[in-house]
């Protein structure tokens, strides 16, 4: 029998976690909330925004803030919205790692890094950004602390000990101390410290590290409290937990995704990446088919009117895990498109637009990506970043279009379109190893009036047509 599915999952999946504040997708109606709905109030600017983190030691030759900003003009022409810093306080020297320590070992929440420059000088980049169109948030690590933080002697009492009466750090974290968040005290100096940046420099909100080993309730307690001095908070928690985005935080990772997008290259023989002295990582076989289970459990799970962080890298994949050619092979293009497109908001990581192959340094000073002269992943990634503002369709939580799949006789090739209003966009990808014909079993998109994104042309798929492995089209209304 011919199939034919249609994704409202739940309240329309597509609806629950895409992003955009976009041209075509003005003002929309808040629908009547109620307990199945986040409460988190979303700003109208996130909708169909771009998040681009900022890896800033390996920004530029010299590290520098000041330096950075020159890049902002580069920026804004690529088509980014969000500015997501990597911390950017000083880091503790006590059981540092490496050269220049981890970023997530802060010694002082309320001062800036001075190998980076002056908190005057990221107050100019920000105010910068801001003038641009561009909104700046900081990677903010609440749950430990570096070693030599003043809090560790200052107030002992605020964080964890073991049987021994010993400070620890979190999993194998040598370079830090994790707090007690039972310690009243603690939380109401943590929130202090981030009212603090909000207030004085001016940034747009926070992507919390590891954000769902911090108790649930401190959040809830905390973001109204954000709220009330930054109207227009965003909130990124780096985590996959559901509950922090009832009330909480904007958006979490999509880390399940991450994951089957690796798992459907390495079944298709595209992943490489090997950690050395280990074996090569195993993954279960996943087909592209395996993308509908995801959305529906996801839609099923989290609030409605959330967002969830689509990426093919970031810093940890990419200094941990492997490059996003290491991970995806001749499918990451693809998975670039898919995570623009399917719902949710797309990251791009510094270098992933040049199609940087490399990893970089995680403890020390690295080379900083070729910038100049722009090339074709510039273009790719300025025309995916246009696709996200210009299309309503594409737009985040419930302002997004309903989501239609498309079934084909093939496992991977995956097919499904968006619409919202006179916004319609018609994605097919193919995630397999080999080139496969493209039939439909049953509807078929209708490409009337539609045009092929990346080419301009008339949108139209030929009988009989042989789609290569790793080939995307996406067509879009005239």
Known sequence: MKKFFFFSLIAGVASLFSVGCNKKADKVATPERDSTYTTVNHPQWSRNAVIYEVNLRQYTPSASVKEFGEHLPRLKELGVDILWFMPIHPISELNRKGELGSYY??????AFNPEFG???????VVDSAHSMGMKVILDWVPNHTGCDNAWVTEHPEWFSKNEKGEMYGPFDWTDVYELNYDNREMRAAMVDALKFWLTEIGVDGYRCD??????????????????????????????????????????????????LFSEIAATSGQYTFKKEGEPMRTFPQKYAIAIDSLLASQA?????????????????????????????????????????TLPGMPLIYTGQETGMNRAFEFFKKDEAPAWEPRNEYFTFYQKLNALKHNEAALAAGEAGGEMVRYATQSLSIYAFSR????????????????????????????????????????ASIPEDYLMKAGEYLVFVNK
Do not use: C
């Not at 109207?231 to 994951?259: C, T, V």
């Open 105 to 110: 070992a802060v010694k002082d929440y309320k």
């Open 118 to 124: 002056t908190i005057e000088e990221f107050k100019a």
């Open 419 to 458: 619409t919202k209003g006179e916004s319609s966009v018609v994605v097919i990808v193919n995630l397999g190893s080999h080139d496969e014909y493209l039939t439909f079993n049953g509807k078929e998109p209708d490409l009337t009036n539609m045009v092929n994104y990346f080419t301009g042309k008339p």
């Open 210 to 259: 590891v954000a769902g080993e911090v108790p649930t309730d401190f959040w809830d307690e905390t973001r109204p409290q954000l709220d009330s001095v930054k109207p227009e908070l965003f909130m990124l928690a780096e985590a996959s937990k559901p509950e922090l985005q009832k009330h909480a935080f904007n958006m979490g990772y999509n880390w399940p995704m991450k994951d």
């Open 300 to 340: 099923q799970e989290y609030p409605k009117d959330s967002y969830l962080m689509n990426m093919i890298t970031n810093h940890d994949l990419n200094s941990w895990e492997g490059t996003e050619f290491e991970r995806l092979g001749n499918l990451s293009d693809a998975f670039a498109v898919l995570s623009y």
